[in-house]
C-alpha cells in the first residue's frame, strides 16, 4: 500500500482494518515532507509532537475496538494563516515571524475532534494577500507539476501539498479565489463555502467580509467529508450560520439529470486561453452528456468584479492590519526615537511590498473626500454583483466558469505588474463579492501537462449541488 496516495476513505480504513496504524501513517507523510518539501516549499511548520500524539490516541482506539471517528488518524495541512496553539503560525509574514498563538482556529479544533491528525503550518501569501504563492515572507511554493511554475495564491502551499502528496486534504482561505485559483493551477479539488457556513474564528483577517475557509483535496467526496466536518454554527464568531449542516457526502450520489447548468457568456469572452476555452467545452458538454439542462445565462456585472474587490478587500485589509503595529505582539523594532517611529519602523520592517500597496491603496479608499468615490461606490457594484446571481439562479441550479483565464504561469513573471497579477483573479472574486460557494474541478491538461480548473457555483448554502454536479462530472470523466 502507498501510504502517500490515500484520499480520506482509504487513510480512515487502513486504520481501521488494521492495514496500517496512524502513527505509520504520519511518519509515512513526514518522511515524504522530508524528501520532497524542499523543492517545493509547501511547509513553513511541522508539529511532528502534536500529530504523533493525536495518531497514538488514535492506535489506542483501534486497540480498544472503540468506534473511530470520520478523520481517525486522517494527515491533514492547515494554512499559515489559522492560528494553532503552540505552534508558530505567522500567515507568511515576518511581522508575525515569532507568534505562537495560545488557542486554535475553530475549523483546526472541529478537523481535530474528528480524529484528524496536523501535520503542520503551510507557506501562503502573506496576510493571503496573492495569486501566485511569492509574496510569502519565507520563501516561494513552486508548483508540483511544474516546478518553474506558481502553484497558485495565497493557498499555493495547500494546494501544492495536496498535488504532491505531502498531505491528504489541506485547509486553505478564499478571499478572492485564494482556494480555487491554487486548486486550478496544482489540479486538485478546491472548496470554497458559502459566506457563514464556516467559521472564520482563529483565521488571521485579510478581508472580513470576503474571508472564506474551505478544503483542498484529491476528490469531491473528500472536499465533501472535510466541509461535513468543518461547518456549522459557532458562537465565537458572530457571522456564521445558524443554519442545519446537511450530509454533503450522502447526497453526493443524488443523480444530476435534470438539473440546470447555467454558462456565463461574460465568463467565455476576450482574454481566456484558447486551451482553457476548449476544456472548459469539453466539460459542459460532458455535464449535458449527464443529463443537465446546459443554459446561457448572463452576469452583466462581470467586468466591474475585479476593481470593486480591489477596493473593498484593501479597504478591510487597511483596517484589520492596523492592530500590527509592534505593541502587543508580533515584530517591534529596536532602538526607536518615539512611539510613532516603533510604529513606522515596526510595521515597515515586518510588512512585504504587497501589503504594503494593498493598505496604501485601502487608506486612501477610506480617506476623507474618497470614501463616496471609491469604497461606496465598490459596495454598490457588490450589490449589482450580488443580484446578477440571484436574477441568473432563478433560471439555473449552477454556473458554471473556467476558474482562472490561463494554465499555471511561471515564477518571476508577472511578479512586477501587480494588475496582470490582479487579473488573475477574474473569474474568482465574484463569488466572493456575492458570498455564494463555487467549488474548482480539474477537467484536462495544456499541451504542457499543466492542469485546467472549471468552476460551479451555487446558490446560498447550496454546496450540496455543487459537490453533487462535481462528483458526477469526476466519476464521468
Not at 502507498?2 to 513526514?30: G, H, Q
Not at 518522511?31 to 489506542?60: C, F, H, M, T
Not at 501587480?418 to 474548482?440: F, K, R
Request: hydrophobic residues 40%; contains cysteine; aromatic residues 6%.
Amino acid at each position: 500500500m502507498n501510504l502517500n496516495n490515500l484520499t480520506i476513505d482509504a487513510a480512515r480504513s487502513a486504520v481501521a482494518e488494521r492495514k496500517t496504524s496512524a502513527t505509520a501513517l504520519a511518519e509515512a507523510y513526514f518522511a515524504k515532507i522530508e524528501s520532497d518539501d524542499p523543492q517545493i516549499g509547501a511547509y513553513l511548520a511541522l508539529s511532528k509532537e502534536r500529530a504523533l500524539g493525536k495518531a497514538s490516541e488514535i492506535d489506542s482506539m483501534v486497540k480498544k475496538g472503540e468506534e473511530l471517528p470520520p478523520l481517525a488518524g486522517v494527515p491533514l495541512g492547515i494554512k499559515d494563516v489559522m492560528v494553532t496553539k503552540g505552534v508558530r503560525t505567522t500567515a507568511g509574514s515576518k511581522i508575525l515571524g515569532n507568534y505562537v498563538p495560545p488557542y486554535d482556529c475553530t475549523a483546526v479544533s472541529k478537523l481535530e475532534a474528528a480524529g484528524a491528525v496536523v501535520l503542520g503550518k503551510l507557506n501562503c501569501d502573506e496576510f493571503a494577500m496573492g495569486s501566485s504563492n511569492e509574496n510569502s515572507a519565507w520563501k516561494p511554493v513552486h508548483n508540483p507539476r511544474d516546478l518553474s511554475r506558481v502553484p497558485g495564491g495565497s493557498s499555493g502551499g495547500s494546494a501544492a501539498a495536496v498535488a504532491a502528496d505531502m498531505a491528504v486534504a489541506t485547509l486553505g482561505s478564499d478571499t478572492g479565489g485564494s482556494i480555487r485559483q491554487p486548486a486550478s493551477f496544482c489540479g486538485v479539488v478546491g472548496l470554497k463555502p458559502t459566506y457563514g457556513r464556516v467559521s472564520r474564528y482563529g483565521l488571521i483577517a485579510f478581508a472580513s467580509s470576503l474571508d472564506h475557509i474551505g478544503p483542498l483535496t484529491k476528490t469531491v467526496k473528500d472536499a465533501a467529508i472535510v466541509l461535513r466536518t468543518i461547518a456549522g454554527r459557532d458562537p465565537m464568531d458572530s457571522t456564521s450560520a445558524d443554519l442545519p449542516v446537511p450530509d454533503y457526502v450522502a447526497e453526493l450520489d443524488r443523480p444530476v439529470k435534470g438539473l440546470k447548468i447555467g454558462v456565463a457568456t461574460e465568463y467565455l469572452g476576450e482574454g481566456l486561453d484558447a486551451e482553457v476555452r476548449s476544456a472548459i467545452e469539453a466539460a459542459i458538454q460532458k455535464l449535458a452528456g449527464l443529463g443537465c439542462d446546459i443554459v446561457e445565462v448572463s452576469l452583466p456585472h462581470t467586468s466591474y468584479a475585479i476593481p470593486a474587490y480591489y477596493l473593498v478587500a484593501t479597504a478591510e485589509a487597511s483596517s484589520n492590519l492596523a492592530r500590527f503595529d509592534g505593541v502587543r505582539y508580533g515584530h517591534r523594532a529596536e532602538k526607536v526615537r518615539s512611539l510613532s517611529d516603533m510604529y513606522r519602523r515596526s510595521r515597515d520592517q515586518g510588512f512585504g511590498a504587497e501589503v504594503k500597496r494593498r493598505i496604501m491603496l485601502g487608506t486612501y479608499a477610506l480617506s476623507a473626500g474618497y470614501y463616496d468615490a471609491y469604497y461606496l461606490k465598490a459596495q454598490r457594484v457588490r450589490t449589482l454583483l450580488a443580484r446578477d446571481f440571484e436574477n441568473a439562479f432563478k433560471n439555473v441550479d449552477a454556473i458554471v466558469a473556467p476558474t482562472c483565464p490561463t494554465a499555471a504561469f511561471k515564477l518571476g513573471e508577472k511578479v512586477d505588474d501587480p494588475l496582470a497579477m490582479y487579473l488573475a483573479d477574474i473569474y474568482t472574486v465574484t463569488a466572493n463579492l456575492a458570498g455564494i460557494p463555487g467549488i474548482s474541478i480539474p477537467v484536462g491538461h495544456t499541451k504542457e501537462k499543466l492542469p485546467i480548473g472549471m468552476q460551479i457555483f451555487g446558490k446560498h448554502f447550496a454546496e450540496s449541488t455543487i459537490l453533487r454536479v462535481a462528483h458526477a462530472y469526476e466519476t464521468a470523466a
